[in-house]
Structure formats: structure tokens, C-alpha cells
């Protein structure tokens, strides 16, 4: 295999914008990794975890504007991945602050009073951190944010406390990310693949689920049970090499030869074409009940 398959930054993007340091050589090279390190194209938030620059960047403006890291900035810097990484570093400052001109260059700007307790070294805590991506993201992103959380520890029962007592605009989002958040789910591609299931009538999945039918088949990424169902979210590490490729279809033909239907979707696919990949879904949903239940229909 090529030593360096792809750039860092870019799988890194791909990844959430953090990411462990095996998971990033997994998909580029040790040396690919290490150079992006010492040209700062991504930067270390603890040992063996690594962030994009736009982490660091975020502290550096929010003590320009004397402001905290707050949203998707702060999610950055806690650890968790988010779908999309902002394009501007998140920033929140006090309602009555005026910042103008030059000094709020380059930033997103909240503007909310923060109790001091919610603020940690800078930086919008958990909890906050939480309730702020999951009132103003949309759906697929906030359940990205949620479920990275769940996977860092961030307890479920904690979750939902604070997601039943979110009060104003958002509310409601709030406490339905935190109903379906699953720490089963392996990355923000998959979260946002689940986000579309969920708006899909007659389609229930489950994340990273053993499937054995009635011998080990393997563990697609989502699965509706029902229906023989397995969801695929393909990133660039599915076909790295002649053997993985092999593998893979090997994988593929033993789930079809059971019965099961096995979709595909990509990154940019999911991303930035939801609607088609729902279309696609509804689609199935109709065809599979019909095919495993003829007397059933859908609504």
C-alpha cells in the first residue's frame, strides 16, 4: 500500500476533526503522521489524541475578544468529534459586550451570560458545551456531537438530566438528540447516516450490531433487523488494499447470500445529499416489506 494514502488533515476531517493517533496511521502512514505534526497541520490535545489547528486557533481568539471557546470549538477541544468542523473558531462572549472592528475578525460570535461554573479553563464546560451544539446544530450534527460525548464517557443518565432540564428555544431538539444519542456509533459519517434513518418511516436501526445468521456475517455499521437491512457508511479506509478488497466482498457476498440487502453510501453522499440518500431508504423500506411480509404496507 502506498505510504501515504491520503493527507492528514483531510482524514482527519473526515474523521470529526479529532482522532486518536492509531486511527489516523490506520488510514495515512506513521511518517505521514508524525510530518503533520511537526508542520502543525494538526496539533495534539493530549497524548495520543490529535485535533485540527482550528482547536488552538479557538483559544487564541476567544482571548482576543476576552470571550470563551463555546459550541463546536468547545466540542473540539473537550475531545469529541463533530460532523463538520467550523469554519470560524466559536467564540461566546457576555450579552452586553461590544466587540467591533478588527477584533472579531474571523470569529462566529455568541452572545449568552455565562454562570462561572459554566466555564472550565477557558473553554464552555461539558454540560454547556453539550446543551449549546445540541440547541443550534441541525439534527444529524447535534446526534454527532451527542453520541461522540456518549463514546468519551460523558454518562447517558447525565445526558438525559440535562437534556430534561433545558429550558427555551432549542429545547426540544435538546431532549430528542439525547433520546436517540448512541455511544454504539463509530464516527460522525455514521451519526449522520443514523440521523437520516430516524426521518425514514418503517426503518429502525441499530449501530455496530454482531449479526449471525445463522453464522458470523460481521458487524455493518447500522442494521434494521426486520427488515435484513445493512447500512454501510464507506470511508477512505474500506478498499486500502487488494486484501481488504477481497475481504470486503467476501463480507458482502456472505451477507447477500443470507438475504440481507447491503447499501452503500459515502461521505459526500450522506454530507451533502441527505435527501437522496432518504429517497433511496423510503424506497427500500417499501420494497423489503413487501418482499418479506407481502400482506404488509407501508403508511
Sequence with gaps: MDDERLPVAEV????????????????????????????????????????????????????????????RSAALLHGW?????????EVTVPRSRNVTGAHRDGIALRLADLHRSEVVDGCTSPERTLVDCLRTLPFPEALAVADS???????????????????????????RVAERADAAAANPFESALRAICLSV??????????????????????????????????????????AALHRDARRYNAFVAAGWLVLRFS????????????????????????????????A
Design 201 to 242: 418511516e418503517g426503518l429502525v436501526v441499530r449501530a455496530q450490531v454482531p449479526v449471525r445468521d445463522p453464522h458470523w456475517l460481521g458487524r455493518p455499521d447500522l442494521v434494521d433487523e426486520r427488515l435484513k437491512v445493512a447500512l454501510e457508511a464507506d470511508s477512505f479506509e474500506w478498499h486500502g488494499d487488494r
Design 12 to 71: 482527519l476531517t473526515t474523521l470529526g476533526g479529532v482522532a486518536t493517533r492509531a486511527a489516523l496511521v490506520r488510514a495515512c502512514s506513521r511518517r505521514a503522521v508524525d510530518a503533520a505534526i511537526a508542520t502543525g497541520e494538526v496539533v495534539a490535545l493530549a497524548r495520543g489524541r490529535y485535533a485540527l489547528p482550528a482547536a488552538d486557533e479557538a483559544r487564541a481568539a476567544a482571548h482576543r475578544v476576552s470571550g470563551v471557546v463555546s459550541h
Design 149 to 175: 460525548a456518549l463514546r468519551d464517557g460523558f454518562g447517558r443518565g447525565r445526558l438525559r438530566t440535562l437534556a430534561r432540564d433545558v429550558r427555551g428555544p432549542g429545547g426540544r431538539q435538546v431532549r
Design 81 to 89: 468529534a463533530v460532523a463538520t468542523p467550523p469554519e470560524r473558531p
Design 267 to 298: 461521505w459526500e453522499e450522506v454530507m451533502l445529499h441527505a435527501d437522496r440518500v432518504a429517497a433511496v431508504l423510503r424506497a427500500v423500506v417499501v420494497e423489503r416489506a413487501q418482499q418479506r411480509c407481502p400482506s404488509c404496507r407501508t
